[in-house]
């Protein structure tokens, strides 16, 4: 299938639209174009379903080198927000890939690999933000990542608004000052957790993009969604926060024009940059999950460059 995907031109111009290649030298020079005009980056190393310790293993070391590498590029942030520095370099990181899913020990495993992480990131100058996954591990990853806080504060996570806990999620985050990735959520979610109507989630996602923006912490306002960008850029300047003191985020490939208006109006702005030899699951598993992504992938592609 994957050679399938990369023999057609139209597919392969869909992989190397989304996916910036399969290693950290692929990965350099779309993270040097994307400093260098402005915006910053989040690269996510795409690896592979973590079933083995050895696995979680070589995830930790590939994002050890990957942390080093982005140190090396890092520039100061193009935008300086009103409290603290924002790192214009960072990673995104998956706990499931650190072996969270490995058996009873696999939590533990987990964050003592972010652990590791955290360590390095912070003597490079470079942030983490954890991912958020199905429902099954939010509970378990919002806790590791309070925990690992306690020692590094400026470590994230992403929150999903489609799920029905998630302003109360961002009220706490909101107390205490916390960095917190804003975003709808990819993926199919019982209704018994998760809102399952896209009016209820954008409800959901302007209330709890109201408590982070009126609260003390570094909102990160992950969405391609005109009327959500329309709205963080109103809560902000209702909140006296600066351009800086929040940023925008969108996935690589998708709506460059409005990453680069945004940027070019002085607003901080972070491109979600994924790579790895395991994009075809990336590409593939956000099809699959929500079906509707397939629009959100075709309507990316039809937009100019
Ligand atoms: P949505 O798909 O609801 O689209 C709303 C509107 O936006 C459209 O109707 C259209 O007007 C406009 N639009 C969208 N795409 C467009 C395009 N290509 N061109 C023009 N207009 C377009 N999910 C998760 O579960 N866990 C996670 O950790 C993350 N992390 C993450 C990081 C970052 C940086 C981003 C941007 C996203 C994520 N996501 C995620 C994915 C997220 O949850 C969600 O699935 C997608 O971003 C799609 O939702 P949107 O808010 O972008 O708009």
């Not at 293993?57 to 090396?72: F, K, Q, T």
């Not at 942030?127 to 591990?137: G, S």
């Not at 923006?213 to 959500?228: E, K, L, Q, R």
Request: proline share 4%.
């Amino acid at each position: 299938m994957k050679r399938a995907v990369t023999g057609f031109p139209v597919t392969a111009e869909v992989v190397h639209r989304f996916v910036a290649g399969e290693t950290r030298a692929d990965l350099a020079p779309v993270v040097g174009e994307l400093l260098a005009s402005g915006r910053m980056v989040s690269v996510d190393f795409l690896g592979e379903y973590t079933t083995e310790r050895f696995m979680a293993d070589d995830a930790v070391a590939e994002y050890l080198a990957l942390i080093d590498d982005l140190a090396r590029r890092r520039t100061e942030a193009a935008v300086r927000p009103g409290a603290g520095v924002v790192a214009s370099v960072e990673v995104s990181v998956k706990l499931s890939a650190l072996g969270q899913s490995l058996g009873a020990a696999g939590p533990e495993i987990a964050a003592e690999n972010l652990r590791t992480l955290c360590a390095r990131a912070e003597q490079a100058g470079v942030w983490i933000t954890v991912d958020a996954e199905d429902h099954t591990t939010t509970e378990g990853t919002e806790s590791t990542v309070r925990r690992i806080r306690r020692d590094h504060p400026w470590l994230a996570v992403a929150t999903q608004t489609y799920l029905r806990r998630a302003e109360q999620r961002c009220r706490a985050a909101a107390a205490e000052g916390a960095r917190i990735r804003l975003c709808k959520g990819a993926y199919r979610e019982p209704d018994s957790v998760a809102f399952q109507r896209s009016a209820e989630v954008d409800e959901s996602y302007l209330r709890c993009l109201e408590a982070l923006m009126g609260g003390a912490g570094y909102p990160m306002v992950a969405t391609h969604d005109p009327v959500m960008i329309a709205a963080a850029q109103h809560m902000a300047a209702e909140h006296g926060r600066e351009p800086g003191d929040f940023e925008f985020q969108m996935l690589y490939g998708i709506r460059i024009l409005e990453q680069r208006r945004l940027t070019e109006a002085g607003h901080a702005v972070r491109v979600y940059v994924p790579y790895g030899t395991q994009w075809y699951g990336y590409l593939m598993r956000r099809l699959a999950e929500r079906p509707a992504n397939l629009g959100f992938f075709l309507r990316a592609l039809a937009e100019r460059r």
